[in-house]
């Protein structure tokens, strides 16, 4: 379903009653855990019969084709690159027109400006989303520039997001961090896990991968998922990776796109690893490739919750993960399902990579049954509902 303009959302006739009406607000529909979670929470609530608008401003669209065509989807930008002040303009016009139910914006940016519109327009139902662990986020970029950037940035939530009636986290150690930042007399903040729909990720699981080193499995393979960025520390898994590799034969696969692509490239040659490293880009079920590899890990520097682990889990693979904040020893039942290990440390990773490989550790499989069940899109889609009547019990519509 193509993606509909404020002007034309404007003369539909048979508009659904405003009490039906949610909004979720997320910057574009690229590869990150955030906005896979947002797709699920829509086609979530719109089966369940509410009228759901997703409201994007940017082209990049990776979920876009998981997208329910009972979504209503906005594109904010009117067919150009808007600035900031468009933007808060655009969701201004939408907050008056539509003035849904409540509103849940995904990430820092797209909140601070729907809390920005919702101000000028007089719109209080909104419940901002914190999918990372904000401080640490805000303290591991290289580049000062970015850093101070981040830190405005982390000022901003400070500020504004205690304007709201409720805040939602994706994690304990993200709600921890967010309580320390708006506290005291700021809004209370709700934990909900992001959810995957799992019976569609189980036959994702059985799909063939067409890489030769799946299907050949002449030594291990090792798999990791996510966005090429410092944030995600597929350097620290490079170099663990190195050390690894002088001692067993494996083969490592990085999925993922981003910035440091090039870093990781030339940082595997200086490794003299890059004919056992592979780095496909973005792969449409990345859940089949851990299904199929040996270990699968998460070397970040910091995390909100890592959808990806769940998947992992799901697929059935071994896990060895940063213990960064926060999130996953949330997902891992503190290395119950999982080996965790120190951020940045390249010894205790390489250790528990080898450890693991040569000796993967027996899984309890009802307990993580029962485990996952904290995970599930009706679990998360149970949770946003009830931060709605919260909301629609406590605030007015429109101050």
Request: charged share 20%.
């Amino acid at each position: 379903m193509p993606a509909i303009s404020l002007k034309s959302l404007s003369e539909q006739d048979a508009a659904p009653s405003p009490a039906l009406r949610i909004g979720i607000v997320i910057a574009h529909l690229g590869s990150g855990g955030a906005e896979k979670a947002a797709v699920v929470l829509a086609n979530g609530l719109a089966e369940r019969g509410y009228f759901v608008d997703l409201l994007t401003w940017q082209a990049a669209g990776f979920y876009l084709k998981d997208v329910s065509p009972k979504v209503s989807r906005i594109d904010l930008s009117a067919g150009r690159r808007p600035n900031t002040i468009q933007v808060i303009a655009s969701l201004m016009r939408y907050l008056r027109q539509k003035q849904p139910a409540i509103i849940f914006p995904h990430l820092e940016k797209p909140s601070l400006l729907v809390i920005a519109g919702g101000l000028l327009s007089g719109y209080r139902r909104i419940v901002p989303c914190i999918q990372i662990d904000l401080i640490a986020y805000a303290a591991i970029h290289h580049n000062p520039r970015h850093r101070l950037r981040r830190w405005l940035l982390i000022c901003l939530v400070a500020i504004l997001y205690r304007l709201t009636p409720r805040v939602v986290a994706v994690s304990e150690g993200a709600a921890q961090t967010a309580r320390r930042l708006l506290s005291p007399f700021g809004p209370s903040i709700q934990v909900i896990y992001n959810g995957l729909d799992y019976p569609g990720l189980a036959s994702q699981a059985q799909q063939q991968v067409e890489e030769a080193w799946l299907l050949e499995k002449t030594v291990p393979v090792i798999v990791t998922c996510g966005r090429l960025t410092q944030q995600k520390a597929q350097d620290t898994l490079l170099r663990a990776f190195a050390e690894l590799r002088r001692a067993m034969p494996v083969r490592l696969v990085i999925l993922g796109e981003g910035e440091e692509h090039e870093a990781l490239l030339a940082l595997a040659r200086r490794l003299g690893v890059a004919a056992d490293v592979l780095l496909p880009g973005t792969v449409t079920e990345p859940i089949a490739w851990f299904a199929k590899s040996d270990l699968f890990v998460l070397p970040s520097r910091c995390e909100g919750q890592a959808l990806v682990l769940i998947e992992a889990l799901l697929a059935g693979v071994p896990i060895v993960s940063t213990d960064c904040p926060s999130g996953p020893r949330e997902v891992l039942a503190h290395g119950r399902f999982g080996t965790l290990v120190p951020v940045d440390d390249v010894a205790a990773l390489t250790e528990a990579m080898s450890f693991v490989l040569k000796s993967a550790p027996d899984i309890d499989k009802g307990a993580l049954t029962q485990h996952l069940e904290k995970f599930t899109a009706d679990r998360m889609i149970d949770g946003y509902l009830a931060a709605e009547m919260f909301v629609a019990a406590g605030q007015p519509l429109i101050r």
